[in-house]
């Protein structure tokens, strides 16, 4: 039997994410739902055509009750990021769109995974927690795997090699106090800084691994690709799916998702990304990876900077 998800919100994420999904034959039925009757009909329509030369699936628009016995149900709804403007300002706005999903939804689909894409992921993803009455397992905020993925394309640009061999995240909020712990990245075992000493062919030239600069481009790149395009939605989709691959396999896979915190790393009440295990259970426990004394401060400024804003929003 295969995977039923519902996917909130048929913008151009939804609608990216629904694409992957179908290509790549992650699920069997997909349920998309948006205030926007027709542009749901147009988007699933104009999938589902081309589902003879993809594994089977059945997508329709439908509408929450549509949701019943789905496995995840993906939140990409809420008003977009516009240039200049940070994922933060969003926050009660969507905060106030996402209230009056959470009751329709999880009345509708009680038992599935709850994946949080729409921005901003961490105060969402905490207000899921609060106001749901869901598992904390089942609640997964997409979190920094779209920043981390950044982060390996980076690297893996500057020593032009394979990004499947590269291994570094970035931590904390899915924003701009966000963070790489350094002294986590490696490249095949070897730590990034040092790596070129380990090159054997000295003819290669290998720029120097500026640490701020990396990070500068990890947070800036969302903004970059909305001034230039208006939106991002690919990298996300594919980084939502492998999400869901994950969920579905029961594959147990480190992934650097927002999850609630209970003391890790002294931060707690708050959601952020540090790694976390995800398996056929949803989060089925996290790493307590090492990080020094500097990694922990910027943590715990990042978990700071989230719960300056949450006292500052309502979300009942």
Known sequence: ????????????????????????????????????????????????????????????????????????????????????????????????????????????????????????????????????????????????????????????????????????????????????PWSLANISNIHVDKYPECITDKDKIVPPLVHEEVEQYVRKSGGRIIERKGATFYAIAISVCHLCKCLISGVDTTLTVSTMMHGEYGVDDVCLSTLAIVGANGVEGKLAAPLTDSEVALLQHSAKCLKDIISQLNFN
Request: aromatic fraction near 8%; hydrophobic fraction near 40%; charged fraction near 15%.
């Open 1 to 180: 039997m295969g995977s039923k998800v519902t996917i909130i919100g048929s913008g151009s994420v939804g609608a990216t994410i629904a694409y992957t999904m179908a290509v790549q034959g992650i699920a069997s039925e997909i349920v998309m739902v948006d205030i926007n009757v027709e542009k749901s009909l147009g988007e699933a329509l104009d999938i589902r055509q081309g589902i003879p030369f993809c594994p089977p699936c059945s997508i329709y628009a439908g509408t929450y009750e549509d949701a019943k016995d789905s496995d995840i149900v993906i939140l990409t709804s809420g008003l977009a990021r516009k240039p200049g403007q940070s994922r933060l300002d969003l926050a009660q706005a969507n905060v106030n769109i996402t209230k009056s999903i959470i009751p329709q939804i999880t009345k509708a689909a009680p038992n599935a995974f709850y994946i949080i894409v729409a921005n901003p992921i961490d105060i969402l993803t905490y207000q899921f927690h609060k106001t749901a009455g869901l598992k904390e397992n089942q609640i997964i905020g997409s979190g920094t795997i779209l920043d981390t993925a950044r982060l390996r394309a980076r690297i893996a640009e500057y020593y032009q090699i394979n990004q499947k061999n590269v291994h570094a995240y970035v931590f904390g909020e899915h924003g701009d106090s966000s963070f790489v």
